[in-house]
């Protein structure tokens, strides 16, 4: 990280984990379903966290899968496969 990347997170504050991120997002999404049940809740999930995950992973490796599927921690085949699958590729 350089100085000014410092210097931006340090005006941000306290980094707040992803899982908070996460669990605002879901408790909000329960909340519009407005008392009506889902069914594939965890198939939806994390399909709605990859495509965001690995297009901005993507982004920050320049296109580099084999870069990104190192970062992600998963087999750079497994990572082509999600990109077509998403339409990402």
Do not use: W
Not at 21 to 40: F, K, M, Q, W
């Amino acid at each position: 990280m350089n100085a000014a990347e410092r210097t931006d997170s340090s005006r941000q504050g306290p980094r707040v984990p992803l899982r908070d991120h996460v669990a605002t997002s879901i408790r909000r999404y329960l909340g519009d379903l407005n008392g009506s049940d889902t069914e594939n809740l965890y198939e939806i999930a994390l399909r709605e966290l990859e495509i965001p995950l690995f297009a901005e992973v993507m982004e920050h490796c320049e296109g580099n899968q084999s870069r990104a599927a190192t970062m992600l921690g998963i087999h750079r085949a497994t990572l082509r496969k999600k990109l077509r699958e998403y339409g990402l590729a």
